[in-house]
């Protein structure tokens, strides 16, 4: 888990992701991952920084580089989220993401997952009382 972290950039994506970038992909395409990846965030109300133990982390900072990798992770190995495909019936099938289960694809998606269960509106029940 990264938590030194002062700022979400290409050059720390690419160093902390290894593998899940190509050479050939831009800064730019990844400042615009990092860029969706924060509203991500934001809207899953990750709080700026939280702290344990007496020790400040990011989590807004952390959850933005978890989902940076995720996203290009999920883009990169199911090319945009087909998940089977026949080519001599013309038939394809996609992943499901309208949920937070498509997190479960990656190892930086369940980290995110992690974060969002513990400091984001994953900690609070999504529950309805129906009088009847």
């Known amino acids: 888990m990264v938590t030194d972290i002062d700022e979400v950039t290409p050059a720390l994506v690419r160093t902390i992701g290894g593998d899940t970038f190509d050479k050939k992909t831009s800064d730019e395409t990844i400042a615009a991952l990092i860029d969706q990846a924060n509203l991500i965030a934001l809207t899953d109300s990750m709080p700026e920084t939280a702290t344990i133990n ?5 989590i807004e900072k952390m959850a933005t580089l978890y989902m940076t990798l995720h996203l290009a992770s999920v883009i990169g190995k199911s090319g945009r989220g087909i998940t089977a495909e026949k080519v001599d019936v013309l038939e394809r099938h996609y992943a499901d993401t309208t949920s937070k289960g498509w997190l479960n694809s990656s190892r930086w998606g369940l980290l995110y ?8 509106d994953g900690q609070t029940p999504r529950m309805a009382v129906i009088p009847h």
């Open 113 to 120: 997952l992690w974060l969002y269960r513990r400091f984001g």
């Open 54 to 58: 007496n020790k400040v982390l990011p």
